[in-house]
């Protein structure tokens, strides 16, 4: 079984960073892909970003792009989500993932293991 738990997020102002930490209990961390989602009020739960097995590869959204960055330690179970220039538009609950992937993939059915989410708000 796999726990999945976030924390960092808050309340910012627009241009401000945070960064985002989800610890992961069980084996098989160090072997699967991991991803953050998120999900604004009234609207679906949008892929953010992925990284593989090992960090070397990694996939993003087009709206976060140049502005977020995600990374992984497998020596302490963790995957972070480090989130600059936010904007209002990243307004919304972060989701960790874990998929029994060997590659990323933006595709919320592959994720088999989801954390309890995080509140980010941005204000203008």
């Known amino acids: 079984q796999v726990q999945l738990v976030e924390s960092g997020g808050g309340l910012v102002q627009a241009g401000a960073s945070l960064r985002l930490s989800c610890a992961a209990s069980?084996?098989?961390?160090?072997?699967?892909?991991m991803g953050w989602f998120r999900q604004a009020p009234g609207k679906d739960r949008e892929f953010v970003a992925a990284i593989n097995w090992s960090g070397g590869d990694t996939t993003y959204a087009g709206s976060v792009k140049g502005r977020f960055t995600i990374s992984r330690d497998n020596g302490k179970n963790t995957v972070y989500l480090q989130m600059n220039s936010l904007n209002p538009e990243d307004t919304a609950v972060y989701y960790c993932?874990?998929?029994?992937?060997?590659?990323?993939?933006?595709?919320?059915?592959?994720?088999?293991?989801w954390g309890q989410g995080t509140q980010v708000t941005v204000s203008s």
């Open positions: 069980g084996r098989t961390f160090g072997t699967s892909t």
């Open positions: 993932a874990l998929a029994r992937l060997r590659a990323p993939s933006l595709a919320a059915t592959r994720y088999d293991y």
